[in-house]
């Protein structure tokens, strides 16, 4: 009842201030593209829980396979689990290179990211790892020393991971340049900080590796050029550097493709996963190649929960799901309705929406700041700051669609479920326009 949940709701003042949410009030249930909550609200989800409940909040088949899974084995940290096993055989075939052939579960993403980077270091016994401007890689310490899109995480907790450097990613954000700036001269600035770096400041012989989302995601939602891609795997391979590809969001059918890194073609030496994979189950994964997990020694790798039985048997369903229901065609469908929709949004009103970006269904709409084109905003205050993008964030929730900003730009962007029908996706573009019309009103 209403009087439960707000004597409920009180407890709400006891919770750690440090964690964030974009509601208030208490969420009940979900189905598929639709949250519910306490008072009654129902709301349409373009955020997927941060792009994990990709395939629909309670999934009838995955939700399934979780239960079934927890009258059965529900953890087992000394032995192999038959999910874990069995999640293996299902990834091996859709791997974006036959090379990925050595898998671990672990829960979270930042583990995962912890873990890559123990790998890179024991595999080539060198130190230093180069990062990506506007990168976010997860907020436990390695994986904060390799994030750069937000001083929020850091502040106040340093020192952190020694051996760290950066380059610019390919975003005319972080280049001083414009929506329009041609994806080669970026990819060439950025190209050319990269031999600088490795000229000045971290010599090959000490770098064990580049860490890179294919698409940039808490940084701005911006996909890495093909050719940069391809140049940075050139440099690895020259020098004997591991290419660490992050998918936490952009894979599992996110972009339009199983992994985002396929758009290149280029090969992974080490690629994380998380989010979309188990759809809100706790999983995460390291996957790499034999010849480089080799080197491990058994017991340095993982944890208690490390690849939960329940998860495991939840992604199984998910990657099943992600085939019978041809996911991926909807993905592209429903990517090029939402793009012409934002497009035309934008067409609509050009001094006020700079860039529509993105692959499949993460996207991202940036509008202009009061400070002219590509003026950042302050990191610190963007969560609570009366910005064009939270404004229009804030509109949408009011109108029944949870939807996200990113980044320290005036970006929000677009997560909605993969499997969403074009009736509700076109209803969330109508939703973000009356929001972004009310605001620029
Ligand atoms: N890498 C990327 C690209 C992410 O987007 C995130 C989460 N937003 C992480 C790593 C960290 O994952 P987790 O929150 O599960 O630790």
């Known amino acids: 009842t209403s009087s439960d949940s707000s004597s409920l709701l009180s ?3 006891n919770v750690t201030k440090g964690v964030g949410r974009i509601t208030e009030g208490i969420m009940t249930s979900g189905k598929g593209s639709y949250v519910e909550y306490d008072d009654g609200r129902k709301m349409l989800d373009f955020t997927c829980g941060i792009g994990v409940t990709s395939m629909g909040h309670c999934h009838p088949k995955i939700s399934k396979a979780a239960a079934d899974q927890c009258m059965n084995v529900v953890h087992c940290s000394i032995a192999f689990h038959e999910p874990y096993l069995r999640l293996i055989q299902k990834l091996l075939p859709i791997m974006p290179d036959p090379s990925l052939d050595s898998f671990f579960f672990w829960n979270s993403g930042s583990e995962a990211i912890e873990a890559a980077l123990k790998m ?3 595999a080539t016994g060198r130190q230093n790892i180069i990062c990506m401007q506007g990168a976010y890689h997860g907020r ?3 994986a904060m020393a390799v994030t750069r899109s937000k001083t929020i995480y850091s502040k106040g907790v340093a020192p952190l991971m020694p051996g760290v450097f950066t380059i610019p990613f390919p975003f005319w954000h972080q280049l001083g340049g414009k ?3 041609p994806d080669d001269a970026q990819v060439a600035q950025c190209l050319y900080q990269l031999d600088l770096l490795l000229a000045q400041q971290t010599a090959p012989a000490d ?3 580049i860490i890179i989302e294919p698409v940039l995601g808490e940084g701005g939602y911006v996909p890495a050029p093909r050719a940069f891609l391809e140049g940075l795997r050139a440099v690895c391979d020259k020098h004997g550097i591991l290419l660490i590809v992050d998918e936490v969001q952009s894979g599992f059918s996110r972009t339009g493709k199983f992994f985002a890194i396929e758009y290149s073609g280029v090969r992974p030496d080490i690629m994380v996963v998380a989010k979309g994979l188990a759809n809100g189950f ?3 994964g390291v996957i790499s190649r034999k010849e480089i997990t080799d080197k491990l020694t058994p017991g340095s790798m993982g944890g208690t929960y490390a690849g939960n039985a329940v998860s495991c048997a939840a992604a199984c369903a998910v990657v099943d799901a992600m085939h019978e229901e041809n996911v991926l065609t909807n993905v592209n469908t429903r990517s090029e309705e939402l793009f012409s929709a934002l497009n035309a949004l934008k067409s609509a009103h050009p001094q006020h929406i700079l860039d529509v970006r993105g692959r499949g269904l993460m996207v991202a709409v940036e509008f202009a700041t009061p400070g002219g084109p590509g003026a950042a905003r302050d990191a610190v205050a963007a969560p609570v700051a009366a910005t064009m993008a939270s404004r229009v964030a804030k509109k949408c929730i009011a109108r029944g669609m949870l939807i996200l900003t990113t980044s320290v ?7 909605p479920p993969l499997n969403i029908s074009a009736a509700d996706l076109a209803k969330g573009a109508a939703i ?10």
């Open 140 to 142: 436990t310490f390695g």
């Open 179 to 181: 929506p329009d700036m």
């Open 120 to 122: 890179a270091r024991i």
């Open 432 to 441: 973000f326009r009356e929001a972004v019309e009310e605001v620029i009103r």
């Open 409 to 415: 730009y005036e970006v929000v962007r677009f997560i």
């Open 11 to 13: 407890y709400g003042s």
């Open 282 to 284: 706790p999983l995460s």
């Open 207 to 209: 770098t064990a590796a």
